[in-house]
């Protein structure tokens, strides 16, 4: 497995003009990483679905796309951006094993992001109350559920970043790494660099403070 890539961050289709673009995943990260980890015809699931777009490039590279979204607004968009609506079910990631969702060659997602002293819930949208710990308690459960779907061997891709917010740094990337591994076995990283279209050598380009990121690689053993 290379441990190193570098993709440009730019987006192909439009979002609701309301969407920051930094919070969307890249369709460049989605369209490599498939690439390399999954072949024509696999069905692919992300349980944070968010605005679809794992779900759109994965259709529009012939994979078979599912996807869960708790915003029930969000999955109705998604629902009208892909050929399989049916496959998008508006519920929670912490709830995977109660869908008819049926067994996925891969996941490919990026999880909502927490910084430490945050006091909202990722999970519900940052409604509701949490705190860094409590966030971390519900990616292992979110990651323990995703196991039920699973295929033995299936390769599960996160897309995550360390967080630099208000002068503070939050090693989000090396605690969901942490956490996933107690449900998953833990592959590797591949650090992502990214050009920005506009300033390819500008610092924070990507928008968290820095100008990489990380694919976070697991399986589901077999």
């Known amino acids: 497995m290379r441990t190193f890539t570098t993709l440009r961050h730019e987006r192909e289709h439009d979002l609701p003009p309301t969407l920051d673009a930094d919070v969307v995943m890249s369709e460049s990260f989605v ?5 390399e980890f999954t072949d024509p ?11 679809g777009t794992t779900l759109a ?9 599912y996807g869960v979204e708790y915003e ?3 999955a109705e968009y998604v629902r009208d951006r892909v050929d399989h609506p049916d496959n ?10 109660a869908y008819d969702l049926p067994t996925v060659d891969c996941c490919l ?27 971390l308690d519900d990616v292992r459960r979110a990651f323990s559920e ?10 599960v891709l996160v897309n995550v970043v360390n967080v630099k917010y208000d002068g503070d740094v939050t090693p989000l990337a090396w605690d969901v790494a ?8 833990f592959d590797g990283e591949i650090v992502v660099t990214w050009e920005d279209e506009g300033s390819p050598d500008r610092e924070g380009a990507f928008g968290y403070g820095y100008d990489h990121s990380y694919c976070l690689v697991f399986r589901k053993e077999a």
């Open 31 to 35: 369209e490599h990483f498939l690439g």
């Open 178 to 185: 942490d956490a996933v591994s107690e449900v998953l076995h």
């Open 146 to 155: 995703l196991g039920s779907v699973l295929s033995p061997g299936a390769p």
């Open 109 to 135: 997602t990026s999880p909502p992001f927490m910084v430490c002293g945050m006091e909202t819930n990722p999970f519900e949208n940052y409604d509701g109350e949490s705190d860094y710990e409590s966030y």
């Open 72 to 74: 029930a607004d969000r």
């Open 41 to 51: 015809g696999d069905a692919v699931l992300d349980p944070f679905a968010g605005f």
């Open 57 to 65: 490039v994965a259709e529009s590279m012939d994979r078979v796309p």
């Open 88 to 97: 998008v079910v508006h519920g929670d990631a912490l709830e995977l094993s």
